[in-house]
């Protein structure tokens, strides 16, 4: 299989990598008992905290107040620095891809329109270079969405830890959908009105159709529930998408246009169904009507450029503000897989151009966390919730704030990555030939 292929090769190139950094010992990450002293501590959900301790203990915050104290916890005196709940992004294809120039190491798009039961999860390489490039920079989770045709396959949102992607997996699944689209694909694209219209028109009918053959396949499996010794032919396609035709999972509908969202709001009204729009890049256009039908947005990049020649230049800064401030919870992502990292700097832009700071934080912790159904163990600082966390020597959405600190479920991550063993490297260089 091609996923086995790219983490073959993965592992390959992290070797020969290493072998160039013979000096360098690549540090583990560790789990125990530890005591976060002092800090001002950024809850999301409780306001700000000054002098605060955290105590992190079985990889979950097992405490959150002042003056606290464990004689089996390690203590980590964080006097001036500021701990916050590790970063969320909302739609990625990192750890999917190492070259994108390369085909054998991309893995996030499948053969087929329809092809719900391909997992993003099982293509997740562990190993990926961009992820340690990532988490230093205090993402500490991300979805993995696939890419490709109408049903390109299910998303999953995982820790950016583990050896396997079943360690990594945070338990959200929600099957992926690319929306029919009546606008042109951006500058380049040069068809028709006449071969767009078309083009959606067909796209349109083989929804319809897999629906009209999903409402069937339902009611049969439903009938056979009842009937112990009953069996259906297995249609994969069709066993991925049950859960959502009952509301199980949503949905996560990528729209862009304006036109496109206003269809795709009527469409999942009509079909009854949880969803979550993605992309949303003119959400500005009518974020009134994206308010009152009460989904919840996953929109970005933020650091992008106007989609129509007419726009200004900052429409896509503005984007996420606008539609939070007409009541529509927002989430952002970077829609990246090298530069995921950059996750914060998409937030501080939102910040900067309407969104404010409280509400970009909570578009990149609680909001997501809230729209995936995981906010009882992600998306802020509190007590008994997973150890997803950072310390930091400032505001995370400067580019000049150092991260110093980092746990994944409990477990103490090295601030360590590529960037960081190259730059190590080079600083304090010891060739192995005199210099003539």
Known sequence: MKGIIIKSIAVIVSLLLLSDMAAQQIAKSTYGDVLLKNATVHTVTNGVMQNTDVL???????????????????????????????????????????????????????IGDIIPQMQALTAVNPNAVAIPVTRVNGVTNVIVNPTGGIFPGTSSLINLVGYTPAQMDAGFKAVAMNFPSAAKRGRWDRRSEEDIKKAQEKVTKQIDEFWDKLTVYHKIDSASAKKSNAKMTYQPEMEAMLPVYRGEIPLMINVNKDKDIEAAIAWVEKMKIKAILTGVSEGYRVADKIAASGLPVITGPVQAIPGRSEERYDVAYANAGVMSKAGVKVALRTNDTENVRNLPFHAGFAAAYGMGVDEALKAITINPAEMFGVADQYGSIEKGKMANLFVSTGDPFEMKTRIVHLFIKGWKVPIESRHTLLYNEFLERSPGLEEK
Do not use: W
């Not at 294809?93 to 991309?106: D, K």
């Open 56 to 110: 992190i203990s079985d990889g979950m915050i097992a405490n959150v107040g002042k003056g606290l104290t464990s004689s089996s916890a390690t203590v980590v005196d964080c006097s001036d620095h500021h701990i916050y709940p590790g970063f969320i992004d909302g739609g990625t294809t990192l750890g999917m891809s190492e070259v994108s120039a390369v085909s054998l190491t991309n893995d996030f798009n499948e």
